[in-house]
């Protein structure tokens, strides 16, 4: 199984950034896939989830209106876009298949002006 996330990077405090996880080593379609994040001196959180067909997805409170999750079955890729960035944001974000417990190596998103 590989999990390799991209997209992170510097963006100002109102800002977008779009996350994608490109998936390897297993049947995409079968299983829901998650976006975590964690911050300095922080605990790993959940920060979104999607079914297996993307026809079910949950987010934190703190991401709620802000962030999208969603996939692409046929890239076996999953994504997560998020709008309204805000400095409380920046973290390092993985994508991780949680039926197998597998995580990505995690993109830097750094929200400041």
């Known amino acids: 199984v590989q999990l390799v996330e991209s997209g992170g990077g510097l963006v100002q405090p109102g800002g977008s950034l779009r996350l994608s996880c490109v998936a390897s080593?297993?049947?995409?379609?079968?299983?829901?896939m998650s976006w975590y994040r964690q911050a300095p001196g922080k605990e790993r959180e959940l920060v979104a989830s999607?079914?297996?067909?993307?026809?079910?997805?949950n987010y934190a409170d703190s991401v709620k209106g802000r962030f999208t999750i969603s996939r692409d079955n046929f890239k076996n890729m999953v994504f997560l876009q998020m709008n309204s960035l805000k400095p409380e944001d920046t973290a390092v974000y993985y994508c991780?298949?949680?039926?197998?417990?597998?995580w990505g190596q995690g993109t830097q998103v750094t929200v400041s002006s």
């Open positions: 991780k298949f949680p039926a197998w417990g597998y």
């Open positions: 080593g297993f049947t995409f379609s079968y299983y829901g």
């Open positions: 999607i079914g297996s067909v993307g026809a079910s997805t």
